[in-house]
């Protein structure tokens, strides 16, 4: 079992940065991958990025390509998100994922209970 505790989201003026952290519970954190999904009122939950167990390996949504970046500390048991140049679109509720790689959400087994970013223009 893992459980997942997101934190960082907040109201932010469009250009501005966030940092979302994502803390796990559990010993068998770094054998996970983790991703990062948001759903936006009347939209359904996407993909935004996932990193591999070790880190090596990462996939970004289109759309956060080149201002989002994952990362993880597995000794600490912490995913980040740092976004970048955000734009009012990036509003969402933000949801911390763990299983599988991959961009869909039928490779994760594990959800946080989501933590808020609010864009304003």
């Known amino acids: 079992q893992v459980q997942l505790v997101e934190s960082g989201g907040g109201l932010v003026q469009a250009g501005g940065s966030l940092r979302l952290s994502c803390a796990a519970s559990?010993?068998?954190?770094?054998?996970?991958?983790m991703g990062w999904f948001r759903q936006a009122p009347g939209k359904e939950r996407e993909f935004v990025a996932a990193?591999?167990?070790?880190?090596?390996?990462?996939d970004y949504a289109d759309s956060v390509k080149g201002r989002f970046t994952i990362s993880r500390d597995n000794a600490k048991k912490t995913v980040y998100l740092q976004m970048n140049s955000l734009k009012s679109e990036d509003t969402a509720v933000y949801y911390c994922?763990?299983?599988?790689?991959?961009?869909?959400?039928?490779?994760?087994?594990?959800w946080g209970q989501g933590t808020q970013v609010t864009v304003s223009s």
């Open positions: 559990g010993r068998t954190f770094s054998s996970y991958a």
């Open positions: 994922t763990a299983g599988r790689y991959g961009s869909s959400r039928r490779e994760y087994d594990y």
């Open positions: 990193i591999s167990w070790s880190g090596g390996s990462t």
